[in-house]
């Protein structure tokens, strides 16, 4: 019998899956490098809107560990599942497709997974759910396509058996991603509150535009400052200028020496110092927040 001859897509699903990879785990593993360097985020142009404001709202963060962590080792996974075939050679025929048929099924779970979880961040960009209105974040769409882009060529770039235990098995899987999902971000404690209010997109506005607000932490005026932000005053981009703080918290002391801070609370909002407390308005206007004051 004359061999079948295999699809084009089947042929090629599997290097694009690894490039695909690499252009994703090398996306994220740059976010996660920025992250911790401090260093502001190319091609975010506005400063405050869009990626900026995405990338530093408690949504971009799990228990305090970065999303783009995890993204990248999703991206890496996928990658390695998507070249197991390729590296291990089999001179056994039954062998070679029982290993390229568990890297399948694999990779079809984790795709499935990371689509769904992707799908959900996308679905908070476009809600509003971070900064109050819609945003674009380039780095987060780009991240998205490519993920869907992995998950449709493992379904339509490799053959099934069994199609219907494949789509169940598929819709397992999301239900099981979007539950624990939407868990981890509630035992946060409060975040969509957080979040969601005025305060809080406030606050996430004033760390993505790199104000601050120095203070001292046995200054009764900086309690009162941030007791204006409710439950969102953990998001306040705070600097603590008293040498010896309790708790273990981090002192900036030469930090608010040298930019001169003779009184507490003092913002710096857009290049301005702003002495003493001030209402959300207050700070909302200085520092051109546009978003809703719901």
């Given at each position: 019998m004359r061999k079948k001859t295999e699809p084009w897509l089947h042929?090629?699903?599997?290097p694009a899956i690894v490039?695909?990879?690499?252009?994703?785990?090398?996306?994220?593993?740059?976010?996660?490098?920025?992250?911790?360097?401090?260093?502001?985020?190319?091609?975010?142009?506005?400063?405050?809107?869009?990626?900026?404001?995405?990338?530093?709202?408690?949504?971009?963060?799990?228990?305090?560990?970065?999303?783009?962590?995890?993204?990248?080792?999703?991206?890496l996974m996928l990658g390695l599942l998507a070249g197991l075939p390729l590296l291990l050679k089999r001179d056994d025929p039954k062998a070679q497709v029982q290993i390229k048929e568990t890297a399948n099924f694999?990779?079809?779970?984790?795709?499935?997974?990371?689509?769904?979880?992707?799908?959900?961040?996308?679905?908070?960009?476009?809600?509003?759910?971070?900064?109050g209105q819609p945003q674009v974040c380039l780095y987060c769409i780009s991240s998205a396509v490519t993920m869907m882009t992995i998950w449709l060529l493992t379904i339509f770039g490799n053959t099934w058996k069994d199609v219907g235990q494949l789509f169940f098995t598929g819709a397992i899987v999301a239900i099981v991603t979007l539950t624990g999902t939407l868990g981890v971000y509630a035992s946060q404690g409060k975040i969509a509150a957080q979040s969601n209010s005025f305060?809080?997109?406030?606050?996430?506005?004033?760390?993505?535009?790199?104000?601050?607000?120095?203070?001292?932490y046995w200054c009764p005026h900086c309690k009162d400052q941030k007791e204006k932000f409710g439950d969102a005053k953990k998001l306040i981009p705070y600097v603590e200028c008293a040498p010896n703080p309790p708790n273990g918290a981090k002192s900036e002391a030469?930090?608010?020496?040298?930019?001169g801070i003779e009184g507490y609370p003092t913002w710096e909002i857009q290049g301005k110092m702003l002495s003493g407390e001030r209402t959300l308005e207050e700070l909302a206007n200085a520092s051109g927040y546009t978003g809703d004051r719901n």
């Open positions: 042929r090629w699903s599997r490039a695909l990879s690499l252009f994703g785990f090398s996306l994220t593993t740059y976010l996660t490098v920025t992250h911790f360097l401090g260093q502001k985020v190319a091609l975010c142009s506005v400063e405050g809107s869009g990626c900026d404001l995405v990338l530093s709202s408690e949504y971009a963060k799990i228990f305090g560990v970065p999303l783009t962590i995890f993204g990248a080792l999703g991206y694999l990779m079809f779970m984790v795709s499935s997974s990371t689509f769904v979880f992707s799908g959900y961040l996308m679905y908070l960009l476009a809600s509003g759910s971070i900064g305060a809080g997109r406030l606050a996430q506005h004033l760390t993505a535009t790199n104000a601050k607000m120095y203070g001292a030469e930090l608010c020496k040298q930019k």
